[in-house]
T-cell receptor, first 116, second 115 residues
Framework: NAGVTQTPKFQVLKTGQSMTLQCAQD?????MSWYRQDPGMGLRLIHY???????DQGEVPNGYNVSRSTTEDFPLRLLSAAPSQTSVYFC???????????????FGSGTQLSVL | GENVEQHPSTLSVQEGDSAVIKCTYS??????FPWYKQELGKRPQLIID?????GEKKDQRIAVTLNKTAKHFSLHITETQPEDSAVYFC??????????????FGTGTRLQVTL
């Protein structure tokens, strides 16, 4: 049981490049989300999904796309990287049922992204 | 949307002393309030949580209190130890249904426990 797995751990991009951050969970969680963490700003929600085929925007969605074709996977796509997207990105998942821990987020190990 | 404010941003205490971190939230519909601890270079991990039908919850040296009327909640750590040094985040959930896990986080408190 690996929990939430994120890849890559580190990435350097040039402005304008695109890339996909991968996230997979093996806990059969309905809810998955992406956060970015910047110094002094806490964790800000980018996009989230309440189940396969369903996604919605969070607080800071601009410049990012997501899709959820399976329960397990929730990739985050940077369309045209900008220096303002330099950050640490965390994927997280949670059960969708109160009885099994809705709201209790399990985080991946993070991706440190630098955009030059 | 929900807005969560957290204070202080940094906190230094001596080993054995208590530490208190406070958060306020704006959305009266929020009903789930977790706290996460993030050690340097690691992922955030849930340490304690409280739901709106409970005023206080305790787990060994940590406790959380909730005042729904005033829309604020606090984390209390007693008998602090060096391993308590980390960044602590409070969060609030908008409530029921599929978005119950859509957490809004505070900006974090860096706690340093000195010997």
């Amino acid at each position: 049981n690996a929990g939430v797995t994120q890849t890559p751990k580190f990435q350097v991009l040039k402005t304008g490049q695109s890339m996909t951050l991968q996230c997979a969970q093996d806990m059969n969680h309905e809810y998955m989300s992406w956060y970015r963490q910047d110094p002094g700003m806490g964790l800000r929600l980018i996009h989230y999904s309440v189940g396969a085929g369903i996604t919605d925007q969070g607080e800071v969605p601009n410049g990012y796309n997501v899709s959820r074709s399976t329960t397990e996977d929730f990739p985050l796509r940077l369309l045209s990287a900008a220096p303002s997207q330099t950050s640490v990105y965390f994927c997280a998942s949670s059960s969708g049922r109160w009885a099994t821990g809705v709201g209790k987020l399990f985080f991946g190990s993070g991706t440190q992204l630098s955009v030059l | 949307g929900e807005n969560v404010e957290q204070h202080p941003s940094t906190l230094s205490v001596q080993e054995g002393d208590s530490a208190v971190i406070k958060c306020t939230y704006s959305d009266s519909a929020s009903n789930y309030f977790p706290w996460y601890k993030q050690e340097l270079g690691k992922r955030p991990q849930l340490i304690i949580d409280i739901r709106s039908n409970v005023g206080e919850k305790k787990d060994q040296r940590i406790a959380v209190t909730l005042n729904k009327t005033a829309k604020h909640f606090s984390l209390h750590i007693t008998e602090t130890q060096p391993e308590d040094s980390a960044v602590y985040f409070c969060a609030a959930s908008p409530g029921l249904g599929g978005t119950a896990s859509k957490l809004t986080f505070g900006t974090g408190t860096r706690l340093q426990v000195t010997l």
